[in-house]
């Protein structure tokens, strides 16, 4: 399947917003509000569910200053630190989030584990990146709008990052920063010449703090749907390149 194509498609639409959906959006809520999940805790999901709760492992790059830690604490459901400081060595953060496939009978409990390491330290201590790297699922390769560097060293760190042998790590571009047009250092029209010539769709993402209500769901729904309509996407490629008979990882 062309990467090009809109992930979203393999999501039933709004189901998030049905009756059913709900039931689901609740358990990763408190107060109206996202609930934070700690290593060991987990949604309770609905009586008599039969969702799944898959889990995944999502390392965070990009050049310092592009946004790595606000876009983790947005996804999550927190307040986006208000000033910019480095990240001093890896921090985990975990993310659940209620969808429903077309090509599965039953919802399913997304578990994104967001790998967040800040670039001067990743320089620093060779031991960071392996450690980033085992076992991942998908790499969000950030660039921030307002910093063209950024943007222009993403070929050079998609080509560093996964080499032979890594051709099943989802790859995600998103840029940061989107909402700040009067700084823009970087086009839209680069940015879809750079999507068709990676065959990838590129995500993007402002920077403002809403209101409080945009700490919720509809702020994160579109970016937090296109990532496990891509998880989901990629294992069902997997699925069916895998030699009959192989059993599931």
């Not at 109206?32 to 805790?41: A, K, Q, S």
């Not at 994104?112 to 201590?125: A, I, P, Q, S, T």
Request: aromatic fraction near 8%; glycine fraction near 8%.
């Amino acid at each position: 399947m062309d990467e090009l194509e809109d992930p979203e498609l393999e999501l039933e639409p709004e189901w998030l917003c049905s009756p059913a959906g709900r039931r689901y959006l609740r358990c990763i809520l408190h107060k109206n509000r996202r609930r934070t999940f700690g290593v060991l805790e987990s949604p309770a999901l609905p009586p008599s569910s039969c969702a799944a709760t898959i889990p995944y492992k999502l390392f965070v790059c990009g050049k310092s200053g592009v946004g790595k830690t606000a876009l983790v604490a947005m996804l999550a459901g927190v307040r986006v630190p208000p000033t910019h400081y480095e990240t001093r060595g890896t921090e985990v953060t975990t993310v659940y989030w209620p969808a429903k496939p077309l090509s599965s009978t039953d919802p399913v409990m997304f578990q994104l584990n967001l790998w967040d390491c800040g670039d001067g330290v990743l320089r620093k201590f060779d031991y960071l990146l392996p450690s980033c790297k085992e076992s991942v699922d998908a790499i969000l390769f950030l660039f921030s709008f307002t910093d063209r560097s950024s943007f222009e060293e993403l070929p050079a760190q998609m080509s560093r990052l996964l080499g032979p042998g890594e051709e099943n790590v989802l790859r995600v571009v998103i840029g940061t920063k989107f909402d700040l047009v009067t700084q823009a250092a970087v086009t839209e029209e680069e940015v879809k010449a750079f999507g068709r010539s990676w065959g990838l769709q590129v995500l993007r993402v402002g920077c403002r703090p809403g209101p409080e209500a945009e700490l919720g769901v509809c702020r994160v729904a579109p970016t937090l749907n296109s990532l496990v309509a891509r998880l989901w996407r990629r294992d069902r490629a997997a699925a069916h390149a895998a030699p009959a008979g192989t059993p599931p990882s």
